[in-house]
């Protein structure tokens, strides 16, 4: 079955980075378009960022622009979010996701916690 997993998230402070990892199983993810999404508390889930299949295109939110990276490594079926020069409001719990067959998969996400 398809598995999204994700890990990496903590505590730092601001200005601070993290990665962020999506390990994924049960599909065939070198075909598939990723994303990370993330949800803030008492605020909905929102997009950050995607990559396309062969990761030669990327899109990002433009409250993350310019700081975060999102990559992918198909040989590891794995996607990535670097986040640089992080802000308070990055708070959130992140999550990966992709979509087949228009049926969405998530992962259980991360928390990311940004405070002095």
């Known amino acids: 079955q398809v598995q999204l997993v994700e890990s990496g998230g903590g505590l730092v402070q601001p200005g601070g980075s993290l990665r962020l990892s999506c390990a994924t199983s049960?599909?065939?993810?070198?075909?598939?378009?990723m994303n990370w999404y993330r949800q803030a508390p008492g605020k909905e889930r929102e997009w950050v960022a995607s990559?396309?299949?062969?990761?030669?295109?990327?899109n990002y939110a433009d409250s993350v622009k310019g700081r975060f990276t999102i990559s992918r490594d198909n040989a590891k079926n794995t996607v990535y979010l670097e986040m640089n020069s992080l802000k308070p409001e990055d708070t959130a719990v992140y999550y990966c996701?992709?979509?087949?067959?228009?049926?969405?998969?998530w992962g259980q996400g991360t928390q990311v916690t940004v405070s002095s």
């Open positions: 996701r992709t979509s087949i067959i228009f049926r969405q998969y």
């Open positions: 990559i396309s299949s062969a990761g030669g295109n990327t």
């Open positions: 049960g599909f065939a993810f070198s075909s598939y378009l």
